[in-house]
């Protein structure tokens, strides 16, 4: 049995939103024996200026959940020009419009 201890992150909007709406972030760790759930993270006063430690480090196929998570939850990017669903919308217009023009100008298509 392959154990597998990574740090997973997801995302969730919530039920109940006092003030708007929020996502509720969860983070666990298992392995074969046990499980172990992140509390709220603790803020500490620190001097001006100070760079953040990192206080979770996760792979790039759990950031990739979380972001699914986040899109499914209704985060967009603010800038979405380049958001794969948009890029993907852009290219099958493109290829109804080829087919439409070779259809017009009487050109088998490849």
Not at 6 to 19: E, H, L, N, P, Y
Not at 20 to 48: F, M, P, W
Request: contains cysteine.
């Amino acid at each position: 049995m392959d154990i597998d201890n990574r740090i997973k992150m997801r995302a969730r909007r919530s039920d109940i939103s006092f003030g708007g709406d929020t996502i509720n972030l969860y983070a666990y760790q298992r392995d074969s024996h046990s499980q172990s759930v992140a509390k709220k993270i603790e803020l500490v006063q620190c001097e001006k200026y100070v760079t953040p430690e990192v206080f979770a480090e996760i792979e790039m196929q759990e950031a990739q959940i979380l972001m699914d998570d986040l899109w499914a939850a209704g985060v967009r990017p603010t800038e979405g020009s380049g958001s794969a669903g948009a890029m993907k919308a852009v290219m099958n217009h493109l290829d109804d419009m080829r087919k439409i023009a070779f259809k017009k100008l009487g050109i088998c298509q490849p």
